[in-house]
């Protein structure tokens, strides 16, 4: 902690922290979540977002992994802004079934996890037209405070190293986006209904095809979207892509 306190106050604007942790260990659950309680105490009034892998009974069976995941949830309702749901079912079935990885790593898995990092987290480190910052992305995402668990996915999904030499266009990003082989979590949304929804795009992309798409996107699911929630998409641009791609989306 007296390092995150001499780190903060070398800052001139500090927005808040992103923690990394996993839900299914001792470390990353016991003590990422007594981290995040402590930085919570003393930093009150800065956002505290967590990039947090749930663990799958699928992947491991570890005996103890359920346990840990309770008790740190429990943790995250309180002490989080945000929370980024990641779990390693999704991670492996995308390397296996999408990118064609028979026999993924862990630096395999790790690099999906950064793309999204980076895609969320975009617009505070480049300018865009339509930029949105951690504190932006909480005031919209979330309707109450204790339902602060997103789901994340990405496009377009290429294995580390890769390049895409495809051209994708808008239209694609988003019916990818929207696909649940891209999510980072594996649960089906077509079972439940967004209560809201953020789409941030990067590359040269166009204002108005990421509303029309946008727009698209509601009409023709919105059995899948809650009605009580008007407008519930919010979009950000940022005209810089990842290494490697010429646009994605998040």
Known sequence: LDVVRREAEGCDCLQGFQITHSLGGGTGAGMGTLLISKIREEFPDRMMATFSVVPSPKVSDTVVEPYNATLSVHQLVENS????????????????????????????????????????????????????????????????????????????????????????????????????????????????RYLTCSAIFRGKVSMKEVEDQMRNVQNKNSSYFVEWIPNNVQTALCSIPPRGLKMSST
């Open 81 to 192: 802004d945000e929370t980024f749901c990641i779990d390693n079912e999704a991670l492996y079935d995308i390397c296996m079934r999408t990118l064609k990885l028979s026999n993924p790593s862990y630096g395999d898995l790790n690099y999906l996890v950064s793309a999204v990092m980076s895609g969320v987290t975009v617009s505070l480190r480049f300018p865009g037209q339509l930029n949105s910052d951690l504190r932006k992305l909480a005031v919209n995402m979330v309707p109450f405070p204790r339902l602060h668990f997103f789901m994340v996915g990405f496009a377009p999904l290429t294995s580390r190293g890769a390049h895409s030499f495809r051209a994708v266009s808008v239209p694609e990003l988003t019916q990818q986006m929207f696909d649940p082989k891209n999510m980072m979590a594996a649960s089906d949304f077509r079972n439940g």
